[in-house]
Every structure is written in structure tokens, then in C-alpha cells.
């Protein structure tokens, strides 16, 4: 089964806009994760959130986590030319287990 | 801030040549995780480490592959004979417990 698939696939906004990005997921997970990737570069940590919360914030993004819909969605708030980059969910199992990630969204903030 | 290193960036080899991707992960961090990413793809677990041993490890981690922790700072990636199919970036990562920090990649070309 394909775990984390993110909708949508490409998202091009206007700078100062917001930014919604979902995931979905088939199984039961211990922890979700996003993770941000400039163009041939690493992945970047954004935020983690278990699966008994339901939303959480850092700076300009939010998180949140349905687990009866087996769905997360991050919000990034007035986006910038600079938060242009793909964007992945990533689920474990366990903690210290693999991380099963999504097909990612493409985020394209045009200044 | 500390963070997961990675060398070489780049490693161009001919296939059947064997390659070892370094890694320095976080010191404090007990799990050390490799995954690859083809391009334009999404990223894939290969394998995790704890205590000195394979914890988990993917259908794509076969008998060419193999991890090595040979000291208390390294983290290593072997593929014994490589093949066109490898060519990819290849990902480490490490965690306490949770987050999964990773490094900038090595981008391994297969020619």
C-alpha cells in the first residue's frame, strides 16, 4: 500500500499568500513528519507531530493530523519566493522506525 | 546547530565498480538510516541501525549493499558492484527518537 500522498501534486502561488499542502496515509502511524526540498538538495526538518496531536504550529507553519481520516495537511502563512521547494510527508510506525515518505507537492511562491 | 554529514557530495564510478558513501551522523543520535532518491522520484528507505546491527532493511537492500559503523563517529554505505539502476541521491539520516535528521546527499552517477 502507498503510504503519504500528498495533493496537491503542483501548487504555484502569489508571495504573501497562504499555502496548504495535504497527505494522506493507509496505515496506522506513530509519528508524521514534513520535510522540505530545494531542487537537488537534502531534506530539510520541518515538523513533527505524533499521532495523539491533532495540530501544531512552528513560525509560519501549521500542521495538523486526522487520524480518522488517516490525513495531515501543512499550512505555511504569507509564503515567500524563498519557501519554493517540494514539500514531504513522511510517516514511521514506530519510533526509530523507517520513514515511508509521500510522492511530495511541488511549491512554486512567485515574488 | 549540529548536523549530518555527508561525503562525498558527488561520485561518479563505472559500473561493477564498488563505492563506500561516508557518513558522520549526529553524535548523540542512537538510529543512522540510509535511503536513496532516482531523480525526480520520491525518497526510498534502504536500511536503519541500533545497536550496531540492521534494524530494518527494504527489497531494494539486497546482498550488494551493506552498512558498516566502523568506529563511533562514521556511518558507511557500501555497494559492492554497481549497477545503472543505482544512480541516485543517496540520503543518510539519524535520530534520537522521532525526527529524522538528514544529510546533504551524495549523488552517486553510474555510467
Known amino acids: 500500500s502507498q503510504q503519504g500522498e500528498e495533493d496537491p501534486q503542483a501548487l504555484s502561488i502569489q508571495e504573501g499568500e497562504n499555502a496548504t499542502m495535504n497527505c494522506s496515509y493507509k496505515t496506522s502511524i506513530n509519528n508524521l513528519q514534513w520535510y522540505r526540498q530545494n531542487s537537488g538538495r537534502g531534506l530539510v526538518h520541518l515538523i513533527l507531530i505524533r499521532s495523539n496531536e491533532r495540530e501544531k504550529h512552528s513560525g509560519r507553519l501549521r500542521v495538523t493530523l486526522d487520524t480518522s481520516k488517516k490525513s495531515s495537511s501543512l499550512l505555511i502563512t504569507a509564503s515567500r519566493a524563498a519557501d519554493t521547494a517540494s514539500y514531504f510527508c513522511a510517516t514511521d510506525a514506530f519510533s526509530g522506525s523507517r520513514l515511508t515518505f509521500g510522492e511530495g507537492t511541488q511549491l512554486t511562491v512567485n515574488p | 546547530e549540529p548536523e549530518v554529514t555527508q561525503t562525498p557530495s558527488h561520485q561518479v564510478t563505472q559500473m561493477g565498480q564498488e563505492v563506500i558513501l561516508r557518513c558522520v551522523p549526529i553524535s548523540n543520535h542512537l538510529y543512522f538510516y540510509w535511503y536513496r532518491q532516482i531523480l525526480g522520484q520520491k525518497v526510498e528507505f534502504l536500511v536503519s541501525?541500533?545497536?550496531?546491527?540492521?534494524?530494518?532493511k527494504s527489497e531494494i537492500f539486497d546482498d550488494q549493499f551493506s552498512v558498516e559503523r566502523p568506529d563511533g563517529s562514521n556511518f558507511t554505505l557500501k555497494i559492492r558492484s554497481t549497477k545503472l539502476e543505482d544512480s541516485a541521491m543517496y540520503f543518510c539520516a539519524s535520530s534520537v527518537t522521532g525526527e529524522q535528521f538528514f544529510g546533504p546527499g551524495t549523488r552517486l552517477t553510474v555510467l
Open positions: 541501525f541500533y545497536n550496531n546491527e540492521i534494524s530494518e
